[in-house]
C-alpha cells in the first residue's frame, strides 16, 4: 500500500470519529434510550425539564446544601440546589442525576463528587503513559518513510532512542536496523 493510500485512509478513519462525536452530541434527550437533559439544556430553559430526570455537572459554588452552577455557553446561567449525601468542598465539580424540582433544586438519585485539581492529575498521568507506551513502541517497533511499520531486530535501549530521534531529526535518516 503507498503512502498516500495509508494517510487517505487514517484522515477518513479519524474524519469518520470526528463525525461520530458530532453525531453523539446532537442528540435530543431521550430517557427512554438514556439520553437525559444535560446542564447546558437545564440552564438554557430551566421549567422546560422540571418533573423530569436530568443528568448534570457542575462546579460546586455552596456547601450547605451543596449548590452547583450550570452554564449552557452562551450566557445563561442556573443555581441548583442539590439533595445529596455527598459533601463537596466549594470549587469541586459535582455530577448528579436525578429528578428536577420546582425552585431550582434537584433530587439526587445518584451523584460523585471530583475534587478541584483532580483533572490536572489525570490529565498528567494520561500523558506520562501515553509517553511510556510511545516509547515502548518505538523501541520495539519501527515506521519507515511509507508509513509501514514493521517489528526491529534488537530492540532499542534509552540512548538508542535518543540517538535514532536525534538521527532522522537532523539527516532524515533511518535507524539502519537491517536484518540479517
Known amino acids: 500500500m503507498r503512502r498516500s493510500h495509508r494517510v487517505v485512509a487514517v484522515l477518513l478513519l479519524v474524519g469518520c470519529l470526528c463525525g461520530?462525536?458530532?453525531?453523539?452530541?446532537?442528540?435530543?434527550?431521550?430517557?427512554d434510550r438514556n439520553i437525559y437533559p444535560d446542564g447546558p439544556a437545564v440552564a438554557a430553559d430551566y421549567r422546560a425539564y422540571v418533573g423530569d430526570r436530568v443528568l448534570v455537572s457542575g462546579p460546586v459554588v455552596?456547601?450547605?446544601?451543596?449548590t452547583?452552577?450550570?452554564?449552557?455557553?452562551?450566557?445563561?446561567?442556573?443555581?441548583?440546589?442539590v439533595a445529596t449525601d455527598r459533601r463537596p468542598a466549594v470549587g469541586d465539580g459535582l455530577t448528579v442525576f436525578g429528578?428536577?424540582?420546582?425552585?431550582?433544586?434537584?433530587?439526587?438519585?445518584?451523584?460523585?463528587?471530583?475534587?478541584?485539581?483532580?483533572?490536572?492529575?489525570?490529565?498528567?498521568?494520561?500523558?506520562?503513559?501515553?509517553?511510556?507506551?510511545?516509547?515502548?513502541?518505538?523501541r520495539w517497533w519501527r515506521v519507515d518513510a511509507s508509513l509501514a511499520v514493521s517489528p526491529r531486530v534488537r530492540p532499542l535501549g534509552v540512548r538508542g532512542l535518543?540517538?535514532?530521534?536525534?538521527?532522522?531529526?537532523?539527516?532524515?535518516?533511518?535507524?539502519?536496523n537491517v536484518e540479517g
Not at 105 to 129: C, E, K, M
Open 20 to 31: 461520530a462525536f458530532v453525531a453523539y452530541s446532537s442528540l435530543d434527550p431521550r430517557p
Open 62 to 66: 455552596a456547601t450547605e446544601p451543596p
Open 68 to 81: 452547583i452552577r450550570l452554564d449552557n455557553g452562551a450566557g445563561d446561567t442556573v443555581t441548583v440546589t
Open 99 to 138: 429528578r428536577l424540582r420546582p425552585d431550582s433544586h434537584l433530587d439526587a438519585r445518584r451523584a460523585f463528587v471530583v475534587p478541584d485539581g483532580r483533572l490536572q492529575y489525570t490529565y498528567t498521568t494520561s500523558a506520562l503513559a501515553g509517553l511510556w507506551v510511545l516509547a515502548r513502541f518505538l
Open 162 to 176: 535518543l540517538c535514532a530521534a536525534k538521527r532522522r531529526l537532523v539527516s532524515g535518516d533511518d535507524d539502519h
